[in-house]
């Protein structure tokens, strides 16, 4: 049951357009018609007249050429290579058992129609989000103000966001706004709650209701609203609070399970001086050593450097390199090769400038916003030497003559002064 080659959508005699702007979609076996907006119809007219249950229909990208698809198939071969049967009432009488038709994604076929509707319509809806993105022919009131904006969409969401606290979203994520406004305005028109969905009898009353009930949101829960956010096409078979809902636990119940085929990405730092790159530490340190004399392990160890002053001086050296400047007599140069020819050949590469010119706060902000030899870079253990940790002055509380301290400490005078002025009074 391999499907041997690439599957097609049906077309209509009138093309590919006819087929998108038709409102009517077929019965799979015979001439029946119905809106597309009256699909639960249809559905109910296949299983009353043809016995044929379609599972997961909520889950079909588009209906109409699912249907189109499937009924193309039937007329070519019986019914019952495609579906699964389901007979009912089968221990009463044999003219009594009644025989249904289950359509289902567990057919390969089925499934990769699904798929490849739901790609289909996932590219289509992109686009239409990039044409809205960058659209500055936009042109709409707000409901709220009747305030009119014009340019991009965004200046209109925003400002009902911001003015009146009303939020649907942010602007990307977000397709068809003109459909989506224009459905809104219809239940504000017709008295209707955006969020409980209440009727009321005047304009005042939803708008005092609205303010009072903070329900200036829409109803998560109403479907109406699903097609206009972007996250419920990306992932076939879910909606977006099934997305968002999904539970964590079992990640952490598999913490403790072995991690040895974990691969790690590859470093990939870049070389202080040139565009060489290495996937560790030590093969970077070892080029800079050998292609340009500067041993950054020793430097490390000499000036004892903790973690942040080694950030501070990969930075310092980052943005001199940029501005092709020597950071030890400050010599620009025109090109970075020419500075780094100067730099060995006075051997100015392989020490460091007075620690003053370099350990200053500036340098703890990446030159490079992406230099990934900024996480790669640790304190040493062997630099915490004795001497060091006993340079760390640890100061004692003086204690030695409380009672003096107690009776001298603001809160007691203030305590003091308080029970004066009341007996005062």
């Known amino acids: 049951e391999c499907i041997l080659e ?16 038709s409102p009517y979609v077929p019965c799979i076996f015979c001439k029946e018609c119905y809106l597309l907006a ?13 016995k044929l249950v379609i599972a997961d ?22 019914i019952t290579d495609f579906c699964s049967v389901i007979r009912t009432n089968s221990e009463a009488p044999l003219e009594e058992q009644d025989n249904y038709f289950l359509l289902c994604d567990v057919l390969p076929e089925d499934r990769l129609l699904r798929e490849q509707l739901q790609q289909k319509r996932l590219r289509e809806i992109l686009e239409q989000q990039q044409r809205e993105r960058y659209d500055i022919s936009f042109h709409s ?64 009353t939803l708008r005092d209701h609205m303010r009072k009930k903070q329900h200036r949101r829409i109803n998560a829960k109403n479907k109406e609203y699903d097609k206009f956010y972007i996250i419920n096409y990306l992932e076939f078979g879910k909606s977006w609070e099934e ?10 119940d598999n913490l403790e399970e072995d991690w040895s085929d974990w691969e790690e990405h590859p470093v990939c730092a870049v070389c202080l001086f040139c565009e060489q790159q290495a996937d560790t530490t030590e093969k970077l340190y070892l080029h800079m050593q050998k292609s340009h ?7 490390k160890s000499e000036h004892g450097l903790n973690f942040y002053q080694q950030v501070k001086l990969v930075n310092f050296i980052r943005r001199e390199i940029h501005h092709c400047r020597c950071y030890n007599c400050q010599e620009k140069f025109q090109s970075k090769g020419g500075l780094i020819s100067h730099m060995e050949e006075t051997e100015h590469i392989t020490f460091l400038p007075a620690r003053s010119t370099w350990d200053q706060p500036q340098y703890y902000f990446p030159t490079y ?33 409380l009672k003096a301290l107690k009776q001298s400490s603001v809160l007691n005078q203030l305590l003091y002064e308080e029970n004066k002025s009341q007996e005062r009074f």
Request: with cysteine; charged share 30%.
């Open 243 to 252: 997305v968002q809902s999904e539970d964590d636990r079992e990640l952490l």
């Open 293 to 299: 004399g500067f041993d950054f392990p020793k430097i």
């Open 369 to 401: 916003e992406n230099d990934t030899l900024l996480c790669t870079l640790s304190d040493s253990e062997d630099l915490i030497t004795e001497d060091q940790s006993e340079d760390i002055p640890v100061v004692s509380e003086d204690i030695s003559n």
């Open 38 to 50: 009256e699909q639960n119809q249809l559905l109910k007219h296949m299983i009353i007249e043809h």
């Open 6 to 21: 690439p599957l097609s959508l049906p077309e209509s005699p009138g093309g590919v357009a006819a087929v998108e702007s």
């Open 57 to 78: 229909v909520k889950l079909v990208a588009d209906f109409r050429r699912y249907i189109l698809y499937w009924k193309k198939r039937f007329a070519e071969q019986p």
């Open 141 to 204: 009131m707000c409901m709220f103000c009747d305030q009119e904006f014009t340019g991009n969409r965004s200046v209109l969401l925003n400002h009902m966001a911001r003015e009146h606290a009303f939020n649907i979203g942010l602007p990307d994520n977000i397709v068809n706004c003109y459909e989506f406004l224009a459905v809104l305005q219809e239940k504000l028109d017709n008295l209707q709650c955006f969020y409980c969905e209440k009727v009321f009898r005047d304009k005042n």
